[in-house]
């Protein structure tokens, strides 16, 4: 009796491992295809095919290592997540400005002076130092600081032998590399016309399906937008446009202008000083502090915000504007002059407030799918 029990407990044993064993295998997930946003070239024009293997590409660095991708994250909202400061190609280097989103970038105008609203307007980076995305595309492959080539002749003897050269000589004609100021003017066209596309502009979150009537906004998402809308209460949109109704014809979550909202200054920034944002590059102390808009799309995956990274989350973030000026709560601006008080600082946002605004600004993430 005791050793058919045993036997029969052996036996069930085994079975059971076998049964395990088997299950195992049987019920291993099929191998997902992951989808490749880098290697998806669908729809995309040859020139912008171009622009995205230049976009891409890590050889163009020196050392090399570090491309555009590297600090404009495809999957992530075209910055730079986790870092509120981006190391260059050679690591100990690092600049003192947060890497902002490039998607949506290629509606800003140039930088100008917009006599209705009494504010500058447009420009790229930060303080809109550069006029379009051709002149910025070659800055960073120069900068030491982030790609660290000496000279153009530098970036072009490395664009010669990529194994995309040879779409370079069908695009533009066999003697594209001859001349190296003409060679990098067609590489900066190709990154432009990348950043221009469909892929880096796509208007694929649930705020756009619901503004197309194809998703519906859940109640506390609703309540999110009326606060941001609320000139009288959260105010968001009187900078960050939600709507289609402004100048631009679209909802960009931006209107381009520049504001000192106050930000402190970031004590891990390589910078002791106070960066003076378009004020410093115009010259003109009426405008010190102040810094362009950025667009609220994709906000969700860039986390650290503002020019210098200072806040982790949107919560912080919508705290920050509702509380900035209780006392004791927030260092001061990094740049105290010309601090906007009329829009921001004391607008007694309540905690679920801060959550509901929260909650609105995720629904604008690219790629939302329909459940
Ligand atoms: C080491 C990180 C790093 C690399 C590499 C890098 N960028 Fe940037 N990028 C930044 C930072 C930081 C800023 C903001 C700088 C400022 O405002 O002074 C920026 C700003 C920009 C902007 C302006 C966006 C706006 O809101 O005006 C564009 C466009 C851009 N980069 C494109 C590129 C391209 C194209 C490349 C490759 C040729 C590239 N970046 C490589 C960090 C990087
Ligand atoms: C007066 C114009 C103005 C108003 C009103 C405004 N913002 Fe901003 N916003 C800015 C400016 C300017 C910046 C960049 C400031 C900087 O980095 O110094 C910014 C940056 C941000 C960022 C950081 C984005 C990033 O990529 O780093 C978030 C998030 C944001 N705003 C959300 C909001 C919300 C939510 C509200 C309403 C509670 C709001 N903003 C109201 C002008 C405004």
Not at 231 to 259: E, R, V
Request: with cysteine.
């Amino acid at each position: 009796m005791n050793l058919f029990k045993n036997n029969f407990l052996l036996t069930t044993i085994l079975c059971l491992a076998f049964f395990v064993s088997c299950k195992k295998e049987t019920i291993e997930p099929p191998k997902k295809e992951t989808y490749d946003a880098e290697h998806d070239y669908t729809g995309l024009s040859e020139m912008e095919k171009l622009g995205k293997k230049i976009f891409f590409d890590k050889s163009l660095s020196s050392p090399a290592g570090q491309s555009c991708s590297s600090c404009h994250n495809i999957t992530s909202g075209f910055a730079d997540p986790g870092h509120p400061f981006s190391k260059g190609a050679i690591a100990s280097l690092m600049g003192n400005r947060n890497a902002p989103s490039v998607a949506y970038m290629k509606y800003s105008p140039s930088l100008y002076y917009n006599t209705v609203d009494s504010t500058y307007m447009g420009g790229f980076f930060w303080d809109g130092r550069v006029n379009t995305l051709e002149a910025q595309a070659i800055k960073p492959m120069l900068n030491p600081i982030e790609m660290n080539n000496a000279n153009i002749t530098q970036i072009v003897n490395k664009l010669k032998v990529t194994e995309y050269c040879a779409t370079f000589t069908n695009i533009y004609g066999a003697g594209v590399f001859d001349d190296t100021l003409v060679a990098i003017q067609f590489a900066a066209s190709a990154i432009a016309a990348y950043e221009r596309s469909f892929q880096v502009n796509s208007f694929t979150s649930k705020y756009d399906a619901y503004l197309n009537g194809e998703a519906n906004l859940t109640a506390q998402e609703l309540s999110g937008l009326n606060l941001f809308n609320d000139t009288a209460k959260a105010k968001c949109a009187n900078c960050h446009s939600s709507t289609k109704d402004n100048i631009y014809g679209l909802a960009l979550f931006t209107d381009f202008s520049y504001d000192n909202i106050g930000v402190p200054h970031n004590p891990s920034s390589p910078s002791a000083g106070p960066d003076r944002g378009l004020g410093a590059f115009l010259a003109n102390p009426s405008l010190y502090g102040q810094f362009k808009v950025p667009t609220l799309r994709n906000v969700a995956l860039t986390a650290p915000y503002f020019h210098n990274g200072y806040f982790n989350t949107l919560e912080e973030v919508i705290r920050f504007y509702s509380d900035r000026d209780s006392v004791g709560l927030f260092p001061p601006p990094d740049v105290p002059q010309n601090v906007n008080k009329d829009e921001l600082g004391k607008l007694n946002l309540s905690e679920q407030n801060v959550q509901d605004i929260a909650a609105f600004l995720r629904t604008l993430t690219d790629g939302y799918k329909k459940n």
